[in-house]
């Protein structure tokens, strides 16, 4: 395997410069071992099971190779990501660093958005998630989470890009997508779901938004080198109406943004407006469950330590989920945890072991000053509070794989 590409230092003898790239080889193989994974899941295809529940759905055993056929070369996309990130500026860094002020805060008490922010909160809400995800989509690339989310555990056999790849399809059978449909995709990232729902059926159009720069640039570059009809807009869905017609789209699907939403009834009343009647449309998303109580200092303690991990801003409930999707118009016809068992516990495990010995390659890396100090800053914010997450879920007072699916209503 190549070893890592890294900065020259004056002085560094070849002895000194083969240790450093044995250490880099070993943040690689890690990358190795899950590409190797997922790789398994080339040889297979779906199988449907008859009447049981939905994350039972999709075998594993039996995985199609168009769905694979949207996956990145992992080393490729883990250099290009080490090199971005090593590059970055003192004040991306810093800017992505503050950024994690509003994940302390909720749209939910807005007396604290202005104390913490200013009358214009919403804009700094904006900018900082602008510089958070500037910098965040590149550290996750680093390893099995680039689509920037732990998916539902939909097969326990099944690696962390295996289970992504088998809730996304269950996603595309559930919405009907078709050849020639036309999809919205709110809070798009790199554009690697949209490319696995073009690729997984062929004919398909996904249309993403996305607030960042940054990620859009990348997906319409992945896009085009697939030669993918996919579409996709910088645009911050706080800022309504939507640049859509009425009617526009089959179907819609998100994947764990809706926490960034200010005024949740607002946009699904723009979503019910621009999908056809008939439509499906798929939400998967961050919830508190009902056994949290915010009273309980336990509870609040594990909660303002997990929300700037997962970067949520808003609390949303199964409750007001469904509440604002049916105010607009939507009749929910699926509202459960996707997760089997309703556990996501393992493949959060999975992701946090990953990094966290990922962390320890890269700040042996930066002692020996072969990496930038912000590396240190970046990897520590990164992986702080992953166990966290994994005891919440167990506890089940929060998971973020909550699926909500409803439909517009033909007329």
């Known amino acids: 395997m190549t070893p890592l590409s890294l900065p020259e230092h004056p002085g560094r003898n070849h ?32 199988q449907r099971k008859p009447k049981q529940r939905h994350s039972d759905e999709f075998s594993l055993a039996f995985l199609d190779p168009l769905d694979k056929a949207s996956q990145t070369n992992r080393l490729q996309t883990f250099r290009t990501s080490f090199k971005y ?11 992505f660093m503050a950024s994690y002020v509003i994940y302390n805060l909720d749209w939910a008490d807005e007396g604290a958005m202005i104390a913490a922010l200013g009358p214009s909160y919403r804009e700094r809400v904006g900018e900082s998630l602008k510089a958070y995800y500037g910098v965040i989509n590149h550290l996750c690339a680093l390893g099995s989470v680039e689509k920037m989310y732990i998916p539902p555990l939909m097969d326990k056999r099944a690696s962390v890009l295996e ?5 996304e399809r269950a996603i595309a059978n559930t919405i009907g997508l078709k050849a020639g449909d036309r999809v919205l995709d709110i809070g798009c990232g790199r554009g690697r779901v949209a490319a696995h729902m073009a690729t997984a059926v062929p004919g398909a159009k ?9 990620q859009v640039a990348q997906a319409r570059e992945f896009s085009a080198e697939r030669n993918l009809p996919n579409e996709f807009i910088v645009k911050d869905f706080n800022e309504l109406p939507l640049p859509f017609a009425d009617g526009q789209f089959d179907a819609f699907y998100q994947i764990q943004a809706l926490s960034l939403c200010k005024d949740l009834p607002a946009l699904f009343k723009e979503i019910y407006r621009v999908v056809k009647p008939g439509a499906r449309i798929s939400l998967l998303d961050w ?11 336990e509870h609040a303690e594990l909660m303002r330590r997990v929300k700037p991990l997962i970067g949520a801003v808003g609390t949303p409930t199964p409750v007001s989920l ?26 959060i ?8 010995g990922m962390r320890q390659v890269i700040l042996g890396l930066v002692k020996v000053r072969c990496l930038p100090p912000h590396f240190k800053t970046l990897i520590d914010r990164l992986c702080l509070d992953g166990q966290a997450f994994v005891k919440m879920d167990k506890m089940r007072l929060i998971t973020t794989s909550y699926w909500v699916v409803a439909e517009k209503p033909l007329p």
Do not use: C
């Open 349 to 356: 495990d999975k992701v946090d072991i990953y990094f966290r």
């Open 163 to 167: 289970n992504q790849l088998l809730y």
């Open 85 to 95: 990130l090593r590059n970055l500026t003192k004040q991306q860094v810093d800017d």
């Open 15 to 46: 002895s000194f410069t083969q240790r450093i790239s044995a250490s880099s080889d070993s943040l690689n193989d890690g990358i190795a071992d899950e590409k190797q994974k997922a790789d398994l899941g080339s040889r297979f295809k779906f």
């Open 206 to 214: 996904v249309t993403g938004i996305n607030i960042d720069p940054n």
């Open 287 to 297: 919830v508190s469950l009902p056994a949290h109580d915010p009273t309980n200092e």
């Open 322 to 347: 469904e509440q604002a999707v049916e105010a607009a118009g939507f009749v929910v016809v699926k509202s459960e945890n996707a997760s089997q068992g309703g556990l996501q516990a393992p493949l």
